[in-house]
C-alpha cells in the first residue's frame, strides 16, 4: 500500500489506514445500532475500538462508548467481553490515568474471560 518510507508516503499510509478505519467503525457502528443481536456483533465491534484506540487514538471515544455500552442490561456476554476488551485496550493507552483506573479495568475484563469457558484463561 506504501509506496515508500519518504515522509509524504508515510502519511499517505496512515491516512488511507484512518481512511479505513474511520468506514470500517461506521459500519460496526450501524449494524450494533440495527441489528445488535447479529453474530458478527462483538467481532466488528473489536475491529471498530481497536481502529479508533490504535489507528485514530481516539481513546476517549472508546472509553465513552464501551463505557455506554457495558451500562445496558440485556448485553450478551460476548458483546460485553469486547467492550470490557477495547476499554482495558484504551485505557492503558492513556498515559495520566490513575493506574488504580487500569488495575479496575484489567480486572474487569478478567473476570469476565474466567466466565467464559471459550476464554484462554
Not at 489506514?17 to 466488528?44: F, K, Y
Request: proline residues 3%.
Amino acid at each position: 500500500m506504501s509506496e515508500g518510507s519518504d515522509p509524504a508516503s508515510v502519511q499517505r499510509f496512515k491516512d488511507a489506514i484512518a481512511a479505513a478505519c474511520r468506514a470500517q467503525g461506521a459500519l460496526a457502528q450501524e449494524l450494533w445500532t440495527t441489528q445488535p443481536e447479529h453474530d458478527r456483533v462483538p467481532e466488528l465491534l473489536d475491529i471498530r475500538w481497536a481502529g479508533l484506540t490504535n489507528a485514530l487514538h481516539a481513546q476517549d471515544l472508546v472509553i465513552a462508548e464501551t463505557r455506554s455500552v457495558l451500562l445496558q442490561e440485556d448485553l450478551r456476554s460476548d458483546a460485553r467481553r469486547a467492550a470490557l476488551l477495547a476499554r482495558a485496550h484504551a485505557i492503558n493507552q492513556v498515559d495520566d490515568l490513575d493506574p488504580v483506573i487500569r488495575l479496575r479495568a484489567a480486572r474487569e475484563l478478567l473476570a469476565a474471560d474466567l466466565e467464559n469457558e471459550r476464554s484462554g484463561i
